[in-house]
């Protein structure tokens, strides 16, 4: 079996009129970006794709990305390992902290999630996710549009790779450059 190809950004079709080739990123494969607080892995960005960018991150316990909106992004979450307490609904009322107890106009609540459930968040729907548990969970997660997410996880994980209590102040700077609200605190272990 030979290694996987991965095409030019923008080599749309090769000589003669063939198709350019697809990227294949296999298991364990792709670049890691980490920090105590989260480990990501950039499987799709935007040099390969134009709809989103798609990523696996390792959530561990006691993480709590908090409540937040995005006025142009959609978000897929889909649950691999573990269970996440998750939330993509306007609340009734949205209070500072404790998403973890809001209630939508039609009774919705909070979900655990577990393996196989997917979560999708159109722009402009608040949403948060945590593991309140004490193993870590796996998500695959898809952002788009590109290369926004893939920035983000960047930039955010080098401010909580830096040790101690999350820098607040930094954090609410970075989400105000990537189109997001932050609604309730990020929290982590």
């Not at 190809?5 to 970006?33: I, K, N, T, Y």
């Not at 939330?87 to 209630?103: G, K, N, S, V, Y």
């Not at 729907?125 to 898809?142: G, I, R, V, Y």
């Amino acid at each position: 079996m030979s290694a996987p190809h991965v095409a030019a950004p923008g080599s749309g079709r090769g000589e003669a009129g063939a198709a350019a080739e697809g990227l294949l990123v296999p298991p364990g494969q792709g670049r890691v970006v980490r920090a105590p607080a989260q480990h990501v892995t950039f499987k799709v960005t935007g040099a390969h794709s134009r709809a989103a960018s798609s990523f696996e991150v390792v959530v561990p316990p006691g993480f709590d990305v908090g409540a937040h909106v995005h006025t142009r992004s959609e978000e897929l979450f889909y649950v691999l390992e573990g269970e996440l307490d998750v939330l993509a609904f306007e609340p009734r009322i949205r209070t500072p902290d404790h998403w973890q107890e809001w209630e939508s106009p039609a009774g919705g609540r909070v979900v655990r999630a577990t393996p196989g459930t997917v979560i999708v968040v159109p722009p402009g729907c608040p949403h948060a996710f945590a593991n309140p548990t004490d193993e870590p969970a796996k998500m695959f997660f898809q952002a788009s549009p590109p290369p926004d997410h893939e920035r983000y996880f960047e930039e955010l994980l080098q401010i909580l790779g830096a040790g101690g209590p999350p820098d607040h102040t930094a954090i609410e700077e970075l989400r105000a450059r990537y189109d997001i609200e932050q609604l309730t605190p990020l929290r982590h272990r």
